[in-house]
């Protein structure tokens, strides 16, 4: 069984990933492009993210536009924003599993096996919302990445390597017969 300084690691490195994902997510900087006219004063910088577009000008105003209707997203928009959310959702759920099953925790019993499992069921639920959180960050993009991007895919690299750590808490089995052993009979005195 894995000692609860890894589990501990694990959990914090998840923790992290989870703040990563949600950061990444709200970051109007998904995707930028630039444009820049005869001169540097009409240079603008347009960033879509996955709730809002910006329009950054060169002189310091920003002007930022909430989408009206997810109807009139396109899918791969809407597709992100599913997987992303789900992501951030199972990130959620495991870190709440682990709490129940590190070993470090009172919740869920002293049977140390039974713990292990519920902290390796944690890591793996981990792992499913940060491979969410993967497949919506390298959806393809027409735009260059915009720093969100790159701190989604820290985010989702932090849970991974947390979920992997609270993954390894797997049960190692005892090697104990298949079939109980007999008593050996017990040696009798003779009273004389």
Request: aromatic share 6%; hydrophobic share 45%.
């Amino acid at each position: 069984m894995a000692n609860s300084g890894l589990q501990m690691l694990g959990f914090s490195l998840s923790l992290l990933g989870l703040i990563g994902l949600i950061v990444g997510t709200i970051m109007p900087q998904w995707k930028m492009s630039a444009y820049v006219g005869d001169n540097i004063i009409t240079a603008v910088a347009m960033y879509e993210g996955l709730w809002m577009s910006c329009a950054s000008q060169s002189t310091g105003q920003i002007q930022c536009k909430v989408y009206d209707s997810i109807l009139q997203l396109n899918s791969a928009l809407q597709a992100t924003r599913a997987l992303m959310i789900v992501g951030i959702i199972a990130t959620v759920a495991g870190l709440g599993v682990a709490c129940m099953g590190m070993k470090c925790t009172n919740c869920g019993g002293d049977d140390k096996t039974r713990k292990s499992r519920i902290a390796m069921t944690s890591g793996i639920i981990i792992l499913i919302g940060a491979l969410c959180s993967i497949i919506a960050s390298n959806t393809p993009h027409s735009f260059e990445f915009g720093s969100a991007m790159f701190i989604a895919w820290a985010g989702a690299f932090l849970a991974v390597v947390g979920g992997c750590m609270l993954a390894a808490s797997c049960p190692r089995g005892k090697s104990s017969p298949r079939y109980p052993m007999s008593k050996a009979p017990s040696s009798t005195k003779e009273y004389v």
